[in-house]
């Protein structure tokens, strides 16, 4: 290998590299914002849900920028088999970042008409289905950060809980609604919170999929458990 190849070979992984921890970063910063939804819906603080919802926009801004070093990624060197698969999985990854960060700030708006009105107890799942999610997301970064083929079918696998929990939420809510009609507003808005953040679960595992793609080089198609999922259109 001569000189100048070797100098290219170098630049690209080093880029590659630097593109894999933006994403990790962009990835913490999204399930922060997760955490500190739920934390406003606690504290029934709108000013700081407004902050929540505004600082969604630097998670955008990262997206935009991580698709930008895909580019000069594919301008520095044309890519080939896991190489390639590692470049646009980053495209992927962010984009599914992207999404969670739009969930977190949905949970942050809700949380603003919901502290105008009365408390109910059914909020208290709300905090152990975002316990759950955030979780998943971590692992999912940390598999993605470390190329860690199993660590990834772990979060696959085990998204079943955020939808076990997310159906138990469900329900009990609509049992809240049906035995106190004046409650019907604040479940309401629940509903959809628990919506938004059981879709947070999802995109974990779509970013299971993709570091599972790059590792292993084919698609990780097992069957995976998931409950009877109550319908409710998220925003």
């Not at 955490?35 to 600082?55: S, W």
């Not at 739009?102 to 975002?130: E, F, T, W």
């Not at 990834?152 to 809510?173: I, K, P, Q, T």
């Not at 919170?193 to 993709?210: F, L, Q, S």
Request: aromatic letters at 4%; proline letters at 4%; hydrophobic letters at 40%.
């Amino acid at each position: 290998m001569n000189t100048s190849t070797d100098h290219i070979i170098k630049s690209y992984d080093k880029e590659l590299e630097r593109l894999r921890g933006e994403i990790v970063r962009m990835g913490e910063l999204a399930v922060s914002q997760l955490e500190a939804a739920i934390d406003v819906v606690e504290r029934r603080d709108e000013r700081a849900a407004q902050r929540v919802v505004d600082n969604d926009d630097a998670i955008d801004t990262m997206e935009h920028e991580i698709s930008h070093g895909v580019v000069r990624l594919l301008a520095l060197r044309a890519p080939m088999a896991s190489d390639l698969r590692a470049v646009f999985s980053a495209l992927r990854v962010a984009s599914d970042i992207e999404r969670i960060g739009d969930y977190a700030a949905n949970v942050a708006k809700r949380s603003i008409p919901l502290s105008m009105v009365a408390p109910v107890s059914p909020a208290h799942g709300l905090k152990h289905l975002s316990q759950l999610a955030a979780a998943s997301v971590r692992k999912v970064l940390n598999a993605y950060r470390e190329d860690d083929a199993e660590m990834a079918h772990e979060v696959w696998r085990d998204d079943v809980d955020v939808d076990e929990a997310y159906n138990a939420l469900f329900r009990e809510l609509l049992t809240y609604m049906m035995e106190d009609p004046r409650s019907i507003t604040s479940c309401t808005h629940l509903l959809f919170m628990a919506k938004n953040i059981e879709r947070i679960g999802d995109h974990a595992t779509n970013i299971a999929e993709n570091v599972w793609f790059v590792v292993k080089g084919e698609p990780l198609e097992a069957p995976r458990e998931k409950g009877d999922e109550p319908t409710l259109p998220t925003e």
